[in-house]
């Protein structure tokens, strides 16, 4: 799953980075591009003629209404995964829509990964989808990565929406600390690999929170890696 890593990575980034307060109500969409080097695309190209594809995502929608956030990651005009996450209760679910199933998502550590990233605040400004941004760049003592990030902060979420999406600590609510804001854009060059998500639209609109929650009906069970990596080969067929 080597080939996924950066556009998982760069999910993490966009979630970790959500404001402490809760007054967003709508959807944010955003696209992203995703540059691999030659030889990780042609190993992508012969998993694909074997018949094991692995969807790269091509956009995110995340849709938000106090205390409850959904995630949707996007293939064109398809979803191959989605979460809810409660953020009154801390908890996350991943959704399988075949099996009517709700994979509840496993805590996130207390514990640090290590060094945080140095987080520097920038001059810069630009105009992305309506709204002002600033740019920060983060840098890391041990990591061949760096990131580019444009936050507005006129727009607020919750501080925990996702942040255990994906299981692991990389998402946590520190990984971040020193961004104020929403990201609207993200670069993330990585080990070769570059890719870039934008948002194009902010749309601020009362919703139906039933609409967000895990649908009535599912089965709870514990996270299951398996199951996810099925989804991710095979789509979420809703």
Not at 65 to 82: C, D, H, I, Q, R
Not at 124 to 136: R, S
Not at 175 to 195: A, C, D, Q
Request: proline letters at 5%; hydrophobic letters at 35%; one cysteine or more.
């Amino acid at each position: 799953m080597k080939n996924t890593s950066l556009p998982l990575l760069l999910f993490l980034l966009l979630v970790s980075c959500l404001a402490s307060a809760q007054s967003f109500e709508g959807t944010i969409k955003y696209n992203m591009k995703v540059n691999l080097p030659k030889e990780q695309q042609e190993q992508l190209d012969k998993m694909a003629q074997m018949g094991y594809a692995v969807p790269m995502p091509t956009g995110f929608e995340i849709t938000s209404k106090a205390p409850v956030t959904k995630m949707k990651m996007l293939n064109g005009k398809s979803t191959f995964m989605e979460f809810v996450t409660l953020d009154d209760k801390k908890e996350s679910y991943l959704l399988n829509h075949k099996e009517k199933k709700a994979y509840k998502m496993p805590e996130e550590s207390e514990k640090s990964e290590g060094t945080k990233p140095k987080v520097t605040k920038t001059s810069e400004t630009t105009t992305i989808a309506g709204y002002k941004c600033i740019k920060y760049v983060v840098e890391y003592a041990n990591q061949k990565t760096t990131q580019h990030i444009w936050a507005a902060t006129d727009i607020k979420m919750p501080a925990s929406a996702f942040k255990n999406s994906m299981g692991g600590n990389r998402g946590g609510s520190l990984f971040m600390e020193g961004i104020e804001g929403v990201p609207l854009k993200m670069t993330v060059t990585e080990n070769g690999s570059t890719s870039e998500m934008t948002a194009t639209e902010v749309n601020r609109a009362k919703l139906n929170i039933a609409d967000l929650q895990v649908p009535a009906g599912y089965t709870v069970e514990p996270f299951n890696a398996a199951a996810m990596t099925r989804m991710m080969m095979g789509g979420m067929g809703n």
